[in-house]
């Protein structure tokens, strides 16, 4: 397929670029920040994204959503993260959505018309230490009558705190590291024996550290099939991954943005410094760099939207190249921007923030960079 956006796509981008531009701008990211707020993100504007129809994206036609792909998940993330927009679109709409669709009937009835109407929140919960790293999964699910008793710990849960349900991964059988006996499940986040410990990340964004204490389910919160979870995690993880990578791009490419207005407009030495070789040179390999980053993000979609075998390796590709371009984009626009750069009036500061959260979330660039070299068979 050709990378590049088609017709309809062009047209759900402008209507992103307009809605994030109109409705969630840097300046409410940061009045959310400001304020403290404790989900760090707007109930109100979430219930906008299902006006807009975004929510339903990768939801099907027939269960009311729009039946699209990632494709058009990722146009919508692009513009997030170039907005800072704080919300549980990726969680919830993509990630979530994405793991309820492996799933049975009854779940997607349960959770999603919730999610169409903007009134439900999903979670993550993979990650058992610092680093991600979700074939070191040991959590216990043990079998309890007709159903199953989970107890461990999940951290960084991503939405954790204002999550109505948590897609929990879980081990059902063998050990921490064996690549069968894992399964998911779709635990409310009500249930007894679960507790939350919120944490605001390094870019206001809030996540929780999640304790799971005998906490029982029944049959119906198994995502997929019992000890064979690592197919749904899959999807998620592919879903998660190349969102990850399109909002990581669109922080990249809005760094960049603001930086070229910046050195447009300030002058030095009785000239304007946009106009000096040494950072017009620096810019247009940024620009190459982005570029580059953006044909990888939107070749991985299309190869998830394909169901492609090669898509596994295009996902790790991408989340490496946007990590690597959007890393050297904030950390250009706090240079060319000088001392101001490091104060928090000036915005590229809080690109560098959002990129440093996002690096870690599902893999960063060393992670990712490494399992492509697996693939590879090095």
Not at 232 to 245: D, E, K, Q, W
Not at 296 to 313: F, H, I, P
């Amino acid at each position: 397929m050709p990378l590049y956006l088609n017709d309809d796509q062009k047209m759900l981008h402008d209507s992103a670029v307009e809605f994030m531009k109109g409705e969630a701008p840097v300046s409410h990211m940061r009045e959310f920040r400001d304020k403290q707020c404790k989900d760090g993100f707007s109930h109100a504007l979430w219930k906008q994204f299902a006006e807009m129809g975004f929510t339903g994206i990768l939801i099907g036609e027939d269960e009311g959503g729009l039946g699209l792909g990632h494709v058009e998940a990722g146009v919508v993330l692009e513009e997030i993260g170039r907005n800072l927009t704080p919300s549980p679109f990726l969680t919830t709409a993509v990630a979530g959505v994405e793991a309820l669709n492996a799933g049975g009937k009854a779940l997607r009835d349960k959770y999603f018309p919730g999610i169409l109407s903007g009134d439900t929140v999903l979670a993550l919960a993979i990650d058992e230490g610092a680093k991600h790293r979700p074939d070191q999964i040991g959590m216990a699910a043990t079998r309890e009558g007709n159903g199953f008793k989970l107890d461990g710990k999940k951290q960084f849960v991503v939405q954790g705190g204002s999550a109505d349900m948590v897609l929990v991964a879980a081990r059902t059988s063998g050990k921490a590291g064996d690549e069968k006996g894992l399964t998911l499940f779709a635990v409310d986040t009500g249930a007894k024996g679960v507790s939350r410990d919120n944490a605001r990340l390094v870019d206001s964004a809030m996540a929780a550290h999640m304790q799971f204490d005998g906490v029982l389910v029944d049959a119906d919160a198994v995502v997929g099939e019992v000890d064979d979870g690592d197919a749904v995690l899959r999807r998620l993880l592919n879903a998660g991954r190349s969102g990850a990578a399109a909002e990581t791009l669109g922080v990249g490419s809005g760094a960049m943005d603001i930086t070229v207005d910046y050195i447009k407009g300030r002058s030095q030495f009785g000239s304007l410094i946009g106009s000096f070789q040494a950072l017009q040179h620096r810019i247009s390999h940024l620009y190459s760099e982005i570029e580059v980053a953006r044909a990888c993000v939107l070749k991985a979609q299309q190869l998830l939207d394909e169901g492609s075998a090669s898509a596994d390796m295009m996902v790790s590709v991408a989340k490496a190249k946007a990590g690597k371009a959007t890393a050297l984009s904030v950390k250009e626009g706090v240079q060319m921007h000088g001392g101001v750069g490091m104060t928090d009036e000036y915005d590229i500061g809080l690109y560098m923030k959002r990129d440093r959260a996002l690096q870690e979330f599902m893999g960063d660039v060393n992670y990712h960079t490494n399992l492509v070299a697996e693939m590879q068979g090095y």
